[in-house]
């Protein structure tokens, strides 16, 4: 890719082996405690989790949802406040493992809607370990039936209008939330993504228009159900439901009682995360991937400027959306979304702005996952997890998606990771150059490109990297969400992980192994930044796990702190 080569170890860290085990492995001088699992008690009324059935509709919404992703600490008044999305949920283990993976009850279907959505939790540590506050004020569940407006330039908009919030303002709730985002005024960021698959008609020959086919959205839903209990899901019914969703909401962790807004001014896709930047001239620039593939990478840049105690509603809510366009030489440009360049009205780029974004000509990526902002320079680094269909002209209603630019190879099984940075370190600026940090691949089976790049090896390698994030000291940290089969193309892989990269010399280490069937998402530190907080995500999809309490018992998302035996810095 670029020339890199293994340089100065800055690792505080021996690597860590690949494993298959249905454990966390982490380096030798470092431990990895659970902090919180799906269904754990955040309340004094909260009801112990039930091995037998699994919880119920009621029990759930008084516990922490389930498969962590996104999360950010919020340090107030001394207190470590744990902002957390419940990204979805795996319907055969909340379900009891039932074979067919189908509700038997409503109860069963409200237990796994209100396992969705995003989890405020108090943290204290008592000497001994992290745990939950109970009963802290701050403590809070929002799930897909929580109140929350629309807010920018899709807000009333016809689009977006219902028979039951005929003005197109007032929406409920939140789901499939994936990554996350920190603002510079300290709120948190909820990144709607798969929304699509929570929708369905009981004609299942029930034709949706064509913009709500570029998102994915029919007559069939993914087995939750959800139109069953509630007419909102039913896209016969309710056409314009799925426009209120697939945005970024803001959340303010500080008060339980505020309401969360849906920022339309940032775009309607498959939202992965929200990368918040201020850029020289104090504009709020934030940066956000599309997870499907062949979709687009965006930046948002707001009007006005940030400064302390400005109208930050503002910031959120007047600004231009621009798609990412690759050019082979390592050159990039990022493509205006506005009424001129689309024949689009604002609104409409809003609330359609893949179809926005097409009609640019973005370059379409390998399912751009995680966003992250070097803090020791101007670079930002996308994951690109993978795209088996890249070269194919297989893609759902969206745009060609030829081999090349930071997009190199057909089929592409193992995912790279591509960094730019602005011209003259400008955020706002129309151009960038780009290349290519990593691309994954798999050394001991192949040696074409599949391989990898050539800081892939035998002792680091991985698969669809996915969760990204850069540590204070400007050491990026790569999370991975891939296939954990271990055999053919990943033989060798083991389960999904966590790696640190050096930004420098390209060169990358081996720091955690997660347990079976488990992805890991989400990282954020404790306000001392000696503890690491990692997400544990859907231990045993496919029924092979008991993490993290083994035997027997159900396998449970959790959130684990990794901290230094010698009580030292971890990022
Ligand atoms: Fe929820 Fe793109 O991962
Ligand atoms: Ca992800
Ligand atoms: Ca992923
Ligand atoms: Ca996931």
């Not at 998402?521 to 045993?540: A, Y």
Request: net charge negative; proline share 5%; charged share 25%.
């Amino acid at each position: 890719p670029t020339g890199v080569k293994a340089a100065v170890n800055r690792f505080a860290f021996d690597a860590v082996p690949v494993s298959t085990s249905d454990s966390i492995s982490v380096p030798a001088g470092y431990k990895a405690e659970v902090v919180v699992r799906w269904a754990d008690a955040m309340w004094s009324d909260s009801v112990a989790f039930d091995q037998d059935t699994r919880g119920t509709a009621k029990t759930q919404a008084r516990t922490f949802g389930d498969n962590t992703d996104g999360m950010e600490v919020f340090m107030h008044e001394g207190r470590t406040l744990l902002t957390i999305n419940n990204e979805y949920t795996n319907r055969s283990i909340i379900w009891g493992n039932r074979a067919d993976a189908k509700p038997e009850n409503d109860d069963d279907i409200e237990k796994g809607l209100l396992a969705h959505g995003v989890t405020v939790v108090e943290i204290g540590h008592d000497g001994d370990r992290w745990g939950v506050v109970i009963d802290s004020p701050f403590n809070r569940r929002i799930t897909p039936n929580t109140e929350m407006i629309l807010t920018g330039p899709a807000a009333g908009h016809a689009l977006v209008k219902t028979d039951a919030d005929p003005a197109g303002i007032t929406t409920l709730g939140t789901w499939n939330n994936c990554g996350s985002g920190k603002t510079p005024w300290g709120t948190y960021l909820a990144c709607e993504e798969n929304f699509n698959g929570y929708f369905s008609a009981e004609d299942e020959n029930h034709e949706v228009s064509a913009e709500l086919k570029r998102y994915g959205v029919s007559a069939s839903d993914w087995g939750y159900s959800w139109a069953k209990i509630d007419d909102r899901f039913d896209v016969a019914k309710n056409p314009n439901e799925p426009n209120r969703v697939g945005y970024v909401v803001e959340i303010d962790p500080r008060d339980a009682n505020s309401t969360p807004k849906k920022r339309t001014a940032l775009g309607r896709f498959k939202h992965e995360n929200a990368e918040c930047v201020v850029n020289n001239d104090g504009r709020l620039v934030i940066y956000m991937g599309d997870d499907e593939r062949g979709e687009f990478l965006y930046r948002y840049v707001s009007d006005g400027v940030y400064a302390a105690g400005i109208d930050t509603d503002a910031l959120m809510e007047n600004g231009t959306i621009f798609a990412a366009k690759f050019h082979d030489t390592g050159a990039g440009e990022w493509l205006a979304l506005t009424p001129e360049t689309t024949g689009m009205t604002q609104a409409e780029i809003c609330v359609h702005t893949r179809i926005a974004a097409s009609k640019v000509g973005a370059t379409t990526m390998d399912r751009p996952e995680w966003v992250t902002a070097n803090p020791n320079s101007s670079e930002l680094y996308c994951a690109l997890t993978n795209n088996k269909n890249r070269g194919l002209k297989t893609n759902k209603g969206g745009d060609e998606t030829p081999v090349g630019g930071p997009n190199p190879r057909e089929k592409n099984k193992y995912g790279q990771i591509v960094r730019w940075t602005p011209m003259n370190d400008d955020h706002t600026s129309a151009e960038f150059k780009w290349d290519l940090y990593v691309l994954a691949g798999n050394p001991k089976v192949h040696s074409d490109d599949k391989a990898g790049s050539e800081n892939v090896n035998l002792g680091n390698m991985f698969n669809s990297p996915d969760g990204l994030a850069f540590d204070s000291t400007g050491q990026l940290w790569i999370q991975t969400d891939g296939k954990y089969s271990n055999e053919g193309d990943f033989e060798g892989q083991g389960n999904n992980q966590m790696l640190a990269g050096d930004p420098v010399t390209g060169e990358i280490r081996r720091f955690l192994v997660g347990p079976r069937e488990a992805e890991v998402t989400g990282l954020c530190w404790s306000g001392d930044r000696k503890t690491m907080f990692v997400g544990i995500q859907h231990p045993g999809e496919r029924g092979n796990s008991n993490w993290p309490d083994g035997g027997n018992t159900v396998p449970r998302s959790a959130i684990i702190a990794v901290t230094r035996d010698d009580g030292g810095l971890v990022g």
